[in-house]
Nanobody, 125 residues
Framework: QVQLVESGGGLVLAGGSLRLSCAASGRTSSIYDMGWFRQAPGKEREFVATISWGGQNPYYAASLKGRFTISRDTAKNTVYLQMDAMEPENTAVYYC??????????????????WGQGTQVTVSS
């Protein structure tokens, strides 16, 4: 089992920045990839970014590349999502997730086995 706890959500003005954290515990040695997803009211959960557990191969949703940065602190078993130049359209509940099966599609929510509880991000104009 892997446990994930997100933190860092909140209210930010448009154009501002926010950094989300996701602390992993439990059988972290079984993790291949970590991902961030988000879900806005009335919409499906969508892919934001992913990174390997070793901190390599970051990959982003095309619309967010250049403004969002995913990273991993190997010493703290924590994955971060730095969000810059934020827009009201970024308002959503953000979830981190862990994938323990290697060859599943990293962009698909169905590929991930463990999920955090989510953290609300609200961008005000």
């Amino acid at each position: 089992q892997v446990q994930l706890v997100e933190s860092g959500g909140g209210l930010v003005l448009a154009g501002g920045s926010l950094r989300l954290s996701c602390a992993a515990s439990g059988r972290t040695s079984s993790i291949y990839d970590m991902g961030w997803f988000r879900q806005a009211p009335g919409k499906e959960r969508e892919f934001v970014a992913t990174i390997s557990w070793g901190g390599q191969n970051p990959y982003y949703a095309a619309s967010l590349k250049g403004r969002f940065t995913i990273s991993r602190d190997t010493a703290k078993n924590t994955v971060y999502l730095q969000m810059d130049a934020m827009e009201p359209e970024n308002t959503a509940v953000y979830y981190c997730a862990a994938k323990v099966v290697r060859y599943r599609n990293r962009e698909s929510a169905q590929a991930y086995d463990y999920w955090g509880q989510g953290t609300q991000v609200t961008v005000s104009s």
